[in-house]
Nanobody, 125 residues
């Protein structure tokens, strides 16, 4: 059974930084991975994606220049670093994975096969 586990959410002051981690277990192979977020009353939007080799990345317009995504030490793990946080970054953050995804699929959440339950990030002014 494939499981997607996120960690690292919480409450942060505006201007600060946070790091979110995600690990996928139960899949035999290497997955492309991504982070999405959904604020209350808004659609789910792509934050960052990375291919299975760690060589290609894509970022959402709202986080460009403030976010980095990297693959972790274990095969299907990923870390998202988000800096200079703004109150608009407040959302539930979801990790997604897929064995056949392109990083450009960041624009299409429905194309990602595996999803975590989400971790809440709250940025206060």
């Amino acid at each position: 059974q494939v499981r997607v586990l996120e960690s690292g959410g919480g409450s942060v002051q505006a201007g600060g930084s946070l790091s979110l981690s995600c690990v996928v277990t139960g899949f035999d192979g290497t997955l492309a991975m991504a982070w999405f977020r959904q604020a209350r009353g808004k659609e789910r939007e792509g934050v960052a994606s990375i291919d299975e080799y760690g060589s290609a990345r894509q970022f959402g317009d709202s986080v460009k220049g403030r976010a980095t995504i990297s693959r972790g030490d274990s095969r299907n793990s990923v870390k998202l670093q988000l800096n200079d946080l703004k109150t608009d970054d407040t959302a539930m953050y979801y990790c997604a994975a897929d064995n056949d995804a392109w990083v450009s699929w960041l624009a299409t959440p429905t194309r990602w096969q595996f999803w975590g339950q989400g971790t809440q990030v709250t940025v206060s002014s």
